[in-house]
């Protein structure tokens, strides 16, 4: 699966899925206890978030990693807005303090709109940066009745229009602390919530901030019952991948510019591959982003390899050769064994990979097993991942 690294990512935000290393905090020395009874919610996968119930109508969250090796938690009380705001609250100690249910919000990334449209809140999106990359059907119906507004780019977001819209949260996401866009909605009263699912390493990781949503949105068992079957869903089928015969050999990545970039060993995209039983060739290597290789040393290493899994942006054997012929040289491109999650997209062109994959690993995960294993799946249709086309389109 390919990776840019981070100074790309700017240029291309609507892939979220970029991943990068951050270090686990230990932190729960350092906080700060609000009042009332305290009930950590359980969080089996996610390390970037806790939820902590201290009564019916009030719930704090901590985001411990909201981008890459962030320095400060980002602490935030939901109340319940039909409560009152307890006295004994120091608000100051909050980054925000938000309403439940949140009636209206503007998103900022594709991984978001799958969590809304699972609890049965897309109506609550009201704006959304640069709206072409989303995939979702039903969202793209509401773009299209102007019921989601495009409001500009992310880091430069028409904040005079999201003003206008009067939303009650933005739900942000950044690569590092500085935004414009944002400060200056947080300066007008809108509170900022940064998701940082994208950070996480473990593919249930990702899937488990939809318990985030349940809090925000006063649908806390509903989320815990999606993410449940999700998970149950992803453990079933990586035992089923353990029955297989035979562990093939896997590479992933592509060219950009005189670098091939692939995922490093402790990454997402690694663990997929572990997890999908595979021997993915670069399994031992430190890190949890990209690699930056030569041509050569991926020729050398996987040359013989049976599967390429994930070539980046192309969606044909004509487009490989055409950006560089040396792709040929491959045993996986010669077996046309290459494929891509680049030709599932929306109607607008948005790639549904970059949306939908972090909320539902579980069909990640059969999408490669379907393709390494497929005598364990033989009758499943892949979601994301799709054979290379023979010809050019």
Not at 214 to 240: C, H, P
Not at 316 to 338: C, G, M, T, W
Request: charged letters at 25%.
């Amino acid at each position: 699966m390919y990776q840019l690294p981070m100074k790309q990512l700017k240029g291309v935000l609507f892939s979220r899925l970029i991943l990068w290393a951050f270090l686990p905090l230990m932190l729960a020395g350092c906080r700060q206890e609000a009042p009332g009874t305290r009930a950590e919610n359980t969080l089996d996968y996610a390390t970037g978030f806790t939820i902590a119930k201290h009564s019916e109508t009030f719930t704090e969250v901590i985001v411990h990693t909201p981008w890459p090796e962030a320095s400060t938690l980002l602490k935030y009380a939901f109340i319940d807005r039909t409560a009152t705001i307890p006295d004994s609250l120091n608000t100051d100690t909050y980054k925000a303090v938000i309403r439940t249910p949140v009636r209206s919000l503007i998103a900022t990334s594709t991984t978001h709109i799958p969590a809304l449209e699972a609890l049965g809140v897309l109506d609550r999106l009201k704006g959304f940066p640069d709206t072409r990359y989303i995939s979702s059907a039903k969202a793209r119906s509401r773009i299209d009745n102007h019921a989601i507004k495009d409001i500009g780019q992310n880091e430069t977001m028409n904040t005079e229009m999201v003003l206008e819209m009067h939303p009650e949260l933005i739900l942000g996401f950044s690569i590092n602390e500085e935004n414009r866009s944002y400060a200056v909605l947080e300066r007008s009263g809108i509170p900022v919530l940064y998701n940082g699912d994208w950070v996480e390493q473990h593919p249930l990781g990702k899937a488990e901030w939809v318990k985030l949503y349940g809090v925000m949105f006063g649908k806390e068992a509903v989320a815990d019952s999606i993410f449940n079957a999700i998970a149950t869903q992803y453990e079933n089928t990586r035992a089923l991948a353990q029955k297989a015969k035979r562990t093939p050999t896997v590479y992933s990545g592509a060219m950009f510019r005189d670098i091939w970039y692939l995922p490093a060993g402790e990454s997402w995209a690694a663990q997929f591959l572990k997890d999908a039983n595979s021997d993915y060739l670069w399994k031992d290597t430190s890190g949890t982003g990209s690699l930056s290789l030569s041509f050569e040393s991926v020729l050398e290493k996987a040359g013989e390899a049976d599967v390429w899994l994930g070539a980046a942006q192309f969606t044909s054997y004509p487009q490989l050769i055409k950006a560089n012929e040396h792709y040929a040289r491959f045993k996986a491109f010669k077996d046309r064994r290459v494929y891509t999650y680049s030709k599932t997209t929306g109607d607008a062109g948005g790639v549904l990979f970059y949306e939908l994959a972090p909320q539902r690993p579980d069909l990640v995960l059969k999408d490669m097993i379907h393709i390494l294993h497929p005598e364990l799946l033989p009758d499943y249709e892949p979601v994301f991942y799709k054979p290379l086309d023979t010809l050019e389109d």
